[in-house]
């Protein structure tokens, strides 16, 4: 089975600290995602990547950025956060260029920031 | 761009009965696939079924089937005989075939499932 594993589940911040959230994922999987989920309004893409170092855009980079140095991991980046960024935060991976395409996510990760 | 709707945010049903959640979408494409993922209380999301929009026939997972009314935007889903473990949040998504639209997805608001004993 496909393993994505995203290193905290719970995380409390200050504001204007510097956070990283980590994920790892162990198929291989060239895509990899970071999106994230608030009420009302489902999931929102952050930022992708489809292959090590190269990286995309999503729907709300703002205030955010990624890294990606090893094709199994991929890391969201709060350079100075914010309490709008107190959020639910979810990394998912995919094969690229299938059509059977299925994205596989993580547990999750609950950022409040203070 | 693309949207997608889900226009009940709290559905509730019976264990054993039969219920369809609601999603629309919105895309001037006529390549593409649509998604019903589910997220139980652990959070961990799941995929529950897939429709290729060039494919008349609605899927079927089981306990779980699809409506997919192309002209219409719409892709409802239906699950039969309820059962405990259904109870999550459910979300559409939509993705382009198009190949350098980059593999993303567009998800709808959510719709969160209660099942009573």
């Known amino acids: 089975d496909v393993k994505v594993t995203q290193s905290s589940r719970y995380l409390v911040k200050r504001t204007g600290e510097k956070v990283f959230l980590e994920c790892v994922q162990d198929?291989?999987?060239?895509?990899m995602f970071w999106y994230r989920q608030d009420p009302g309004l489902g999931l929102r893409l952050i930022y992708f990547?489809?292959?090590?170092?190269?990286?995309e855009k999503g729907d709300i980079p703002e205030g955010y950025s990624v890294s990606r140095e090893k094709k199994e991991r991929f890391s969201l980046i709060l350079e100075s956060a914010s309490t709008n960024q107190t959020s639910m935060y979810l990394c998912?991976?995919?094969?690229?260029?299938?059509?059977?395409?299925?994205?596989?996510f993580g547990a999750g990760t609950r950022l409040s920031v203070l | 761009a693309q949207t997608v709707t889900q226009s009940q945010p709290e559905m509730s049903v019976q264990e054993a009965e039969t219920v369809t959640l609601s999603c629309t979408y919105d895309?001037?494409?006529?390549?593409?696939?649509l998604f019903w993922y589910k997220q139980p209380p652990s959070r961990q999301m799941i995929l529950v079924i897939r429709?290729?929009?060039?494919?008349?026939q609605n899927a079927t997972e089981n306990r779980f089937s699809v409506n997919f009314q192309k002209a219409a935007k719409s892709f409802s889903l239906k699950i039969s005989d309820s059962q405990l473990g259904d109870a999550a949040m459910y979300f559409c998504?939509?993705?382009?075939?198009?190949?350098?639209?980059?593999?993303?997805?567009?998800f709808g608001g959510g719709t969160r499932l209660m099942v009573k004993p």
């Open positions: 998912a991976s995919s094969v690229r260029g299938t059509s059977k395409y299925i994205q596989y």
């Open positions: 998504a939509y993705r382009s075939a198009i190949s350098n639209a980059g593999n993303m997805l567009t």
């Open positions: 198929m291989d999987h060239e895509n």
């Open positions: 990547s489809y292959d090590v170092k190269m990286k």
């Open positions: 429709q290729e929009a060039y494919k008349q």
């Open positions: 895309t001037s494409e006529s390549d593409y696939y």
